[in-house]
């Protein structure tokens, strides 16, 4: 089963968001490791989705790209709420869309997704 370019990079930035988002969690806040990794997870989370609408099934978009819409406003709002100085505001966005990647992450998974298929047919578990 071979995967496009286009696939492949978005399936790295995902990854790598899930990863250094994980990482932030359990970081201090407010430092400057804390600020550069949180850049750089917006860049990569502002890459995944904006690749994922070069991705689609038959030419068309699917129902999973309201998902890259919304996380597009979601980090949107996670940064502006952060130059406004509004922590806790900042907190909700980021962690509502870290949960969101988590989820589409999960979803992805799936058997019947040609990533989870790879995944459990790589594990002999379908």
């Known amino acids: 089963m071979a995967y496009s370019p286009l696939i492949l990079a978005h399936l790295y930035a995902a990854v790598a968001a899930v990863l250094i988002g994980g990482l932030m969690f ?10 550069l990794s949180g850049r750089l997870w917006v860049v990569l989370m502002l890459l995944a ?3 994922s609408f070069g991705i689609r099934s ?8 309201l998902l890259s819409v919304v996380t597009l406003a979601v980090i949107g709002m996670a940064v ?9 505001a900042h907190k909700r966005w980021m962690t ?10 999960l979803f992805a998974l799936m ?6 298929y790879l995944v459990w047919r790589t594990f002999n578990l379908i």
Do not use: E, Q
């Open 80 to 88: 502006i709420s952060i130059y406004r100085r509004n922590i806790d």
């Open 111 to 116: 058997p019947d997704r040609r990533l989870g």
């Open 58 to 65: 038959k030419g068309h978009f699917s129902w999973i790209h």
């Open 96 to 105: 509502g869309a870290y949960v969101g990647l988590v989820t589409a992450g």
């Open 26 to 35: 359990v970081s201090k806040k407010g430092t400057l490791a804390h600020r």
């Open 49 to 51: 989705a904006l690749i």
